[in-house]
Each structure stands twice: as C-alpha cells, then as structure tokens.
C-alpha cells in the first residue's frame, strides 16, 4: 500500500522537451510513496496511450491517471472505453480517466465539435453503458454509433474526474462527474468555494456529495534552488496568464483584483513577440532564467504564495495542509519532477490529517 494516497503528481509537466523522463520520474514518485501518477497529453511527443502504459508499467503500487484527456470528439467513445477498460484490467482497478473540455482551437484544427455539457453528458453515458457490457445505439453530439460494445462487462467502472474551472462546470462535474479536478492557482479559499459548488451539485441531483471526489493541482517548488523555482513555478504559471479566460477564472473564484495582474499578461505577451526562434517552449513562454526573474517580480506576492506551494519543505507541508482543511480529498503536485519532492514527502507525515486519509484507494476516482 502506498504510504500517501491522498498525493498525486504530474509526470513531463507542460511540454516535454525530452519524453523518455518518464522512466526514472515514475518509478521515484512510486518508491516516494506517490499515491497517483497524471499523465498530461499533447498531441507531439506525449500521447496517452503511450505514456499511460509505460507509467503502469513503471509503478507496481500508483494509479494512473489520464490527466487529461480533452476535445473527446477526437477520440471515438468505443477508443476511450477500450483504453480505460484495458488500463483497469492491467492494473486492478488502479486508473482514472481525467476529462478537460480542451481548445476550441484545436477542435477547429481538427474538424470536431466544441465541447459543451450536452456533449459531456452523452459521452460519459456511452462510456459507462459499454463498461456495464451493453451494446450502444446512438445518434447525437457525440457521433454515431451502431451495435457499438466491448463484448466484456468490467467489474469496477472507471471513475471519470472532470476538470472544472467556471461555477456552471463546478456544478454540472458535481452532477455528473465521479472526481473534479481544480485548475492551478487556486487560493486555499478559492478550494473551499469551489468545493461548495461541487458538493451543491452532487446533492442537488441526489448522490451523495461526499463521492465526488475533489483534487486541486498545486504547483509546488520545494527546496529547490532559485532556477528550479523560476522554472517549476514561474514559468509554469506565466503560461496560463497567456491562456483565454485562465487569470478571469483565477481572479473570480479566488476574488482577487485583475487589474494587478494585466500588467503580468502584457509582459509575457511582449516577450513571446519579440522572442527567439528556439527559445520558447510550445507554450509560448520564455525559458531565459533572467526573463523569468522579471516576470517573478511582476507578479503579485499573493499569486506566487497563496496560489502556489514554494519554499522550504515544512512551507509547502503547510500549504497543502491547508488545501486538505478546506476540504480537497487530494492534491496533484505539478511543475516539479518527483525526485525534487522527496524532502517534502519525507515531512508530510506531521503534516497529513492521518484521520481523513488512512486507509484510502489509491485510485484518486474511487
């Protein structure tokens, strides 16, 4: 049994300049005690299917969790049932499968709808009916399918974990979702809000609103030199500052000030304009560590520390004890490579409320 189901992390965190990483972070984040191992896709160097199997492969005792995938309509539902059915089988029951809603812009790159909640629902409930062994007539947003199955009945059903930013998608995961999963940059309070509108969601359409279950992504630099920090987190975080509607979304659950934070988007904006041919990852941010420097002191104080966990290890300790006692059932730690955590999970024992999360499933849906 894992020593901290309640902890997962992110392996090759946003783009993944060298993707054979994965080998050594998954089998530290396994013998670290790691509950979970979330494995980001993008459509390059780092498909699902792949890394999932090898993160399986790597982790005798960790979950894998599909975090996420997103633009469903680029998968046929039958793919996605047989990939989460076989992950299941391989692993005994140790797999999540994390939805997003995607980019509009890829949906268009690739020729397939936007996502919205009717496509959701129906999705989901095709996944669930071919779990269950049933054979799935259907006609509607999410495609066509005719006499579709898998021919098997599995014995536990895949939990599916939706990430949710906005309060309608908070709500409609808390109706329909088995897990949620909170964006980065969330205040501890922020956490507590969003849980609310879950929980209300779940018991408004009669489940039980302690099912579902809610982790928020921390990013988290612990003992780490000055780079390190400027690369896990200030980078990481600049990233969504460029992102439609992210820093909208921060400001309005967290309700913190926009304006303080523009000035923050502009410079990243000027620094992708004025960049580099090879020096900016595929997310458009700079790598230079005396860019990054700049942007650090730019930002806000209280979206460095308050949104992130930096610092010394019994700091960040304390910010995710605090993330647990406003109500998240787990954490995903992001931005860092395991092996740079280790001191931090060496002293998580005198932080982790014991009474909340002994004995747990390491599957983070279940």
């Not at 392996?11 to 005690?33: C, M, N, R, Y």
């Not at 009945?153 to 709500?171: Q, W």
Request: proline share 6%; aromatic share 8%.
């Amino acid at each position: 049994m894992q020593a901290f189901p309640e902890l997962g992390f992110y392996a090759l965190p946003g783009h993944a300049i060298e993707p054979k990483q994965i080998f050594e972070d998954v089998t530290a984040g396994d013998s670290l005690g790691f509950g979970s191992v979330w494995i980001s896709e993008r459509l390059n160097n780092k498909e699902l299917g792949v890394l999932s199997g090898i993160s399986l492969a790597k982790s005798p005792n960790m979950a894998v969790a599909a975090g996420l995938i997103a633009n469903l309509p680029a998968r046929n539902p039958v793919l996605t049932a047989a990939y989460a059915s076989t992950m299941m089988l391989l692993s005994d029951n140790r797999f999540a499968l994390g939805v997003g809603r995607g980019f509009n812009s890829l949906a268009d790159s690739l020729g397939i709808p936007h996502m919205n909640f009717a496509l959701f629902a129906d999705y989901f409930d095709i996944l669930r009916r071919l779990w269950r062994g049933e054979t799935v007539d259907y006609q509607g947003p999410a495609g066509t399918l005719t006499g579709a199955k898998l021919g098997m009945e599995l014995d536990v059903i895949p939990p599916i974990i939706m990430a949710a930013m906005g309060p309608k998608t908070l709500y409609w995961a808390g109706q329909h979702a088995d897990g949620v999963l909170l964006q980065p940059l969330w205040s501890t309070e922020g956490v507590a809000a969003s849980i609310d509108i879950v929980r209300r969601g779940a018991l408004d359409a009669g489940r039980d609103p302690a099912s579902v279950k809610i982790w928020p992504i921390v990013v988290t630099a612990s003992d780490v030199d000055e780079e390190k920090q400027l690369d896990y987190v200030v980078r990481r975080m600049s990233t969504y500052a460029v992102l439609p509607h992210i820093l909208e979304a921060v400001c309005s659950i967290n309700q913190w000030s926009l304006d303080e934070v523009l000035p923050v988007r502009q410079a990243i904006r000027d620094d992708m304009d004025q960049a580099r041919a090879g020096s900016m990852g595929d997310e458009g941010v700079t790598r230079e560590h005396d860019q990054l420097r700049r942007l650090r002191d730019l930002w806000p104080e209280k979206w460095l520390y308050e949104g992130n966990a930096m610092g010394t290890a019994q700091h960040c300790a304390g910010r995710l004890k605090d993330y647990f006692d406003a109500g998240a059932d787990g954490i995903v730690l992001h931005g860092s490579r395991p092996q740079d955590l280790a001191s931090l999970l060496d002293i998580w024992p005198q932080y982790r409320p014991a009474e909340r999360l002994t004995g747990r499933s390491v599957n983070p849906g279940l």
